[in-house]
């Protein structure tokens, strides 16, 4: 086995994502401790690099930006946990500045890709009412991960059925559905772990191997699986939004692209969630002018219009099997419900919001 197979076996057995750990579990501690795990391992095999390697000064290189990105991070915890916020974000910037000109932020464009969207009210009929929270609603808009209280997102999934676990699995005839289109080219930072592990699995050399795991600490902080749903505060999710605040401030992200962790992991496809921050607020309006300027939908359906289709063609090459907890088993996602709405909207027309 080669010394590049060795490590990138080692890191993958070691720092997978997302993450988790236990309710009675301190974040603190449990997230500067996989940090420093992470960073143990970066200097041992830093180390490990013979003196005549042609990359070894670029390595380095790569390893001094780990080690200062995670010292950062936790200068930027302390300060958020000593009520410091703003100075945290500062701190934050910093890092991601630093991985845009390091060449370490990955990103993705989408032009006439399916996304998807469902809401939890069989009722609306219109395209207005599945778009994102209207502004006049603003107090309707809960912290998540990738939101910030009080501040629309549009939220797209690229199957309805990542979109139907990030509700908890609301029951099938308790929502409609809709399947959104970008009308130009749009450009998502890149935060999925799958497509982060393909890319290290990938990796061909030492030197391609630590510039991808550059990344990592920042990937780790913005994965970390929430310990405690019913808190009103969820450390878990500072960073990421952090990263919707700096996404928003440049001008050549649309948003952010990230991984589900309320998928089994028997199941089987990529799974991925897009965060698309509204622009600036304008009096009087209720949807962000810029955004349906870029977007085009269908209107909603519910499940009751697909029942007396037989159409069971599947669209969706990202996803290929999927865990039905009522069957306990996995099933080929073309014979889901999911695939069958999908399906269906494939055929319907895509219009304004305001349409």
């Not at 159409?311 to 990202?318: G, I, L, S, V, Y």
């Amino acid at each position: 086995m080669s010394e590049i197979t060795t490590i990138k076996q080692d890191f993958l057995n070691r720092f997978g994502l997302p993450v988790s750990y236990g309710s009675n579990e301190d974040f603190h501690l449990f997230l500067f401790d996989k940090l420093s795990e992470f960073e143990e391992f970066v200097t041992t095999n830093t180390l490990s690099v013979a003196s005549e390697h042609p990359d070894l000064q670029q390595i380095t290189g790569c390893s001094n930006n780990i080690k200062l990105t995670i010292e950062n991070i936790k200068i930027a915890f302390n300060d958020y946990y000593n009520g410091r916020p703003d100075i945290a974000y500062a701190t934050f910037e910093k890092i991601l500045i630093e991985l845009l000109q390091f060449d370490a932020l990955p990103e993705r464009s989408f032009h006439k890709e399916s996304f998807y969207r469902i809401r939890l009210d069989k009722n609306i009929t219109s395209r207005k009412e599945i778009f994102h929270i209207p502004f006049s609603k603003r107090t309707l808009v809960a912290p998540q991960r990738y939101s910030i209280a009080g501040y629309p997102c549009l939220y797209l999934a690229n199957s309805i059925y990542v979109a139907w676990e990030e509700f908890n699995r609301p029951p099938i005839d308790t929502f409609n559905f809709a399947k959104f289109q970008f009308s130009t080219p749009a450009n998502f930072i890149n935060f999925s772990p799958i497509d982060f592990q393909e890319s290290v699995e990938n990796s061909s050399n030492l030197l391609e191997f630590f510039q991808k795991i550059v990344l990592y600490p920042v990937l780790l902080i913005c994965s970390v699986k929430v310990a405690k749903p019913d808190g009103s505060f969820k450390p878990e999710y500072i960073f990421s939004q952090f990263t919707l605040r700096w996404c928003k401030e440049k001008d050549q992200y649309h948003g952010i692209m990230y991984g589900s962790t309320r998928i089994h992991n028997s199941s089987k496809g990529k799974f991925y969630n897009f965060a698309i921050p509204v622009s600036d607020y304008q009096m009087n309006t209720e949807i962000c002018p810029e955004l349906t300027q870029k977007i085009k939908l269908t209107k909603p359906f519910n499940v009751s219009m697909i029942v007396s289709q037989n159409d069971n063609e599947d669209t969706n090459n990202a996803i290929s099997e999927i865990f039905s907890k009522e069957l306990h088993r996995i099933v080929p996602f073309g014979e889901s419900i999911f695939a069958r709405m999908e399906s269906f909207l494939q055929k319907e027309d895509l219009g304004s919001v305001m349409r």
